[in-house]
Each structure stands twice: as C-alpha cells, then as structure tokens.
C-alpha cells in the first residue's frame, strides 16, 4: 500500500474516532483532534521505512526460496536460464522441416511446451530449391515463436556430393536470412568443426586444414554481427589451437562434445578448461542414445544414470544443453519435466557421483573391458587431469600461462 492512500484510511479512521467522541464529551474534542494529528505525522514519518521494510522482507522471501537450489545445483538463477536444443532428431514427431505447416506448428508447439528453445538441422545447399523452401517454411512458421533455428553444416568427413562448401555464399544466405527472418534465424554450425575425417576420398584428413585451405576466417569478416556462428568443437579435437587463433573472434559461442561420452569422469574439468582457453558461451551435447562410433565397437547404448550424470554435469558447468536426437527417449522427457524440481537435480547429482565412482573403479581395474576396447578415452582422460593439476598448481598470476594450454591445443 502506498503512503497516500495510508493517509487516507488514517483519516477516515480519526474522523469516525472524532465523531464518536464528540458523543461522549465536546470538552474533550479539540486536544483529542490535535493529538490525533501527531499521530498521522508520526505515521507518515514511518510509513516509508514500512514500506521499504515490507520489500525487503519479500526480498528475503525470494532469496530463501532460492538457496535450496543454489544448493542442489551451485549455479543459483542459471537453471530457468539454460537453453535447451533438439539436434537433428531422428523421430518424426520433432523433424520439423519435413512436416507440412499445419503439423510443423503442432510439432513446433509441443517442442516449445516441453522446453525447447532451439532446433538445429542440416542443410547442404544453399542453391538448392528445394532445401530454400524447406528452411524458409520452417524459419518462418518459427518466426511466429520463440524457437531459434540453427543450421548445420557438414564438413568434408560428413558432406556429400551435393555438399557445398561456398563459404561466401553461404555467408551472402545467412545475412539474408537473418534480415527476413530476424526472430527465428540464429545461426549456423559446422559440425565435426576439430575432428579428424575417417573417410579414405577426402583430401585433408583434418577438418580445419580444410577450413583453412578454403579460407573459411577470409568470409567469416563479412557475416553480420546477428549471425551466430558456434562451431562443434571436441575436446578431443585435434588443431584445436588453431581454432583459438584464428577463429576465435568470429565465434559467438560453442558447441562443445566430447568423443569419450560414456565416460563423465573428468566432463566438468573438461568444460572448465574449454571455458578458460575460448571465454566464449558453450553448449554442451548430450547423447541419450548411441553413435555409429561406439556402436561399431560393440556398446551397449548410454545407461539411464549415464545420461542423467551427463545431465547433471552438463546443467551445471555448462550455458546449455543439446539432445541428440532422441528426444523421446524417456531420460530425457523426465529432465524437460523436472529440471527446475529440487527433488529431481538432487537425484541426478547423486546419479553422478555413482557413475564417477564406478567409472574410476573401472579406470583403475585391471581387468576393465573398456581399457581393452577403447584406451584412447583413458589417455584422454590423463591428459585432461594432468593438464588440469597443473594449472590448478600454478600461482594465480600465472595461471593465464599458455604452457598448460598447449597440451589439449596442439
């Protein structure tokens, strides 16, 4: 309540309280009056410091609230905030640019419901009609919401024939499309942006000599500031320190994944250490589901606690989260339901620290079958946790040393 319509209930109170007395004795009236009158001063006086009282209790109130989640989850107010995305969903329900309109904006109405806020796929040609129609259809039924679209663009060790890598025309198309399509049109990605290609038809065995040799970072300079370009970098990558240098400044964010996804063990020292080296916002991929990869190696898809401590971790130390693919896996239906519950971040934290205790075991187990099958991601993980203690060793006014850079760069 402010403090006039105070004075006016006080007022309307004296004044009956005046009236009554003026019953029961006149001689009384006048000091009654005047005595009445100090007190609405004294109110006034008061009033403010009531109000700003009541504020600040609320305030409190909010605070409270909060710190149940600060902490459960350590990253207070960032839980609402982290954007989730849908990559290339493989289930028909959520492939957006293959539906007609009535059904895309059904579909783009339920992802938005369960908590989407981006949706990325692939395009191939910018010169193609047919791929034209599809993104412009898309982006502009999304034009409507809050859905942002991002491209993606497949290097060499994924593209095909019909692949074109005209970065300059590529540049030409999203400028366009962001001046048409200012609401739904975020950005693009390059996939497998530091990975090595496994295919024996391509010319350069790594991505980013390809990036270099097509002159990428030349057109790069000519993509509008409202553009977004977050590249898809490994941890694992190879050349990464080329990626620091030379595109670094045309980056406005990553999307960062981890080749050795069925070990979390060292994920968030992995995102801290890639936070620190870019200083650039990081989407984290989580994979519900397995890869062409590890499925050739003999795995068995992502456990339910694996995943839910790739949530965890990922929620935590990263400023969003992508789902690959499989958006009706149940895992992941469960988290767009509950993660601002307090009950649910507390138990995939507790998923967490069970899958890191087992996954250390198994690392130290001379019998482990994954040492067998797959050692490279046990070297990785050295490498991260060696680099990692050394950084955390140096004196602070050291720690912006390159030295312990180079290990994971280069």
């Given at each position: ?39 609405i ?12 009282i009541?504020?600040?209790i609320?305030?409190?109130?909010d ?94 060790s ?37 990975w ?33 370009f977050?590249?898809?970098?490994y941890?694992?990558?190879t ?20 080749g ?30 397995i ?10 898809p992502p ?32 988290h767009?339901e ?7 971040l ?11 205790s ?53």
């Amino acid at each position: 309540m402010n403090v006039p319509i105070l004075v006016i209930f006080i007022s309307i109170g004296i004044f009956s309280f005046l009236i009554t007395q003026s019953f029961l004795s006149d001689t009384n009236l006048v000091s009654i009056f005047f005595r009445s009158l100090n007190d609405i001063h004294l109110l006034i006086s008061k009033s403010t410091d009531l109000v700003e009282i009541l504020q600040y209790i609320n305030a409190e109130n909010d605070i409270n609230k909060g710190n149940n989640i600060i902490d459960i989850t350590s990253r207070e107010g960032t839980t609402e905030n982290t954007t989730v995305g849908l990559w290339m969903p493989m289930n028909t329900s959520f492939a957006l640019q293959h539906l007609k309109r009535a059904e895309q904006e059904k579909a783009l109405e339920i992802l938005l419901k369960k908590g989407y806020g981006e949706y990325y796929y692939v395009m191939n040609n910018f010169e193609d009609p047919k791929s034209l129609k599809i993104t412009d259809d898309l982006l502009d039924t999304a034009n409507k919401t809050n859905l942002k679209i991002i491209i993606i663009l497949l290097p060499p060790s994924e593209g095909g024939p019909s692949t074109s890598y005209n970065w300059n025309g590529w540049i030409k198309y999203f400028n366009s499309l962001e001046r048409k399509y200012p609401r739904s049109f975020e950005g693009f990605t390059i996939d497998d942006f530091n990975w090595i290609s496994t295919r024996s038809d391509t010319k350069f065995k790594n991505n980013i000599d390809f990036m270099e040799y097509t002159e990428l970072s030349k057109e790069l300079k000519h993509k509008s500031k409202d553009v977004k370009f977050y590249p898809t970098v490994y941890f694992e990558g190879t050349k990464t320190g080329i990626v620091v240098k030379k595109y670094k400044n045309f980056i406005d964010g990553l999307v960062v994944v981890s080749g050795c996804y069925y070990n979390v063990s060292i994920l968030e020292r992995q995102l801290e250490i890639f936070s620190e080296i870019f200083d650039k916002p990081m989407r984290y991929i989580v994979y519900p589901t397995i890869t062409y990869n590890y499925s050739k190696l003999d795995y068995s898809p992502p456990t339910d606690r694996l995943i839910m401590a790739t949530l965890s971790i990922a929620l935590n130390s990263s400023d969003g989260l992508i789902i690959w693919r499989d958006a009706d896996n149940p895992v992941i239906q469960e988290h767009m339901e509950n993660r601002y519950d307090e009950q649910y971040l507390f138990n995939i934290s507790k998923s967490k620290d069970v899958q890191i205790s087992d996954e250390n075991i198994e690392t130290n187990s001379k019998f482990s079958i994954s040492n067998k099958v797959h050692n490279s991601c046990n070297s990785w993980s050295k490498k991260y946790n060696d680099a990692y203690d050394k950084w955390t060793e140096l004196p602070e006014e050291e720690q912006e040393n390159n030295e312990w850079k180079k290990q994971l760069l280069y």
